[in-house]
């Protein structure tokens, strides 16, 4: 059974920085995609950045240059490196996994999900 546990989310000022991480077991980093998709309230799941099975990564454009995605496969484990942050940031984020090498970007694509962690970001 795969599971993925996020941590690391929190309350920051806006220019504060905080770093996600998101455990997976049952589930192979990597062999895999990996993303991490944020939702805010009343508003869509987008997603933030990918890691595909070979590392290559993709960034949204509203976070590129702030926020870093990276996985030690060693640990089957996720990042996001997140600085900078801005109010408009605040959001829950996921961690979802597929079970394809090359990523996707539509969140409905993905097989497994987190349970989420808030970020919030106060000006």
């Known amino acids: 059974q795969v599971q993925l546990v996020e941590s690391g989310g929190g309350s920051v000022q806006a220019g504060g920085s905080l770093r996600l991480s998101c455990v997976a077991s049952?589930?192979?980093?990597?062999?895999?995609?990996l993303g991490w998709f944020r939702q805010a309230p009343g508003k869509e799941r987008e997603r933030v950045a990918t890691?595909?099975?070979?590392?290559?990564?993709s960034t949204a454009n509203s976070v590129k240059g702030r926020f870093t995605i990276s996985k030690d496969n060693a640990k089957n484990t996720l990042y996001l490196q997140m600085n900078n942050l801005k109010p408009e940031d605040t959001a829950m984020y996921y961690c979802?996994?597929?079970?394809?090498?090359?990523?996707?970007?539509?969140?409905?694509?993905?097989?497994?999900w987190g349970q989420g962690t808030q970020v919030t970001v106060s000006s």
């Open positions: 890691i595909n099975a070979y590392g290559d990564t």
């Open positions: 979802a996994a597929g079970l394809w090498a090359a990523c996707r970007s539509s969140w409905y694509e993905y097989n497994y």
């Open positions: 049952g589930y192979t980093t990597s062999r895999n995609c």
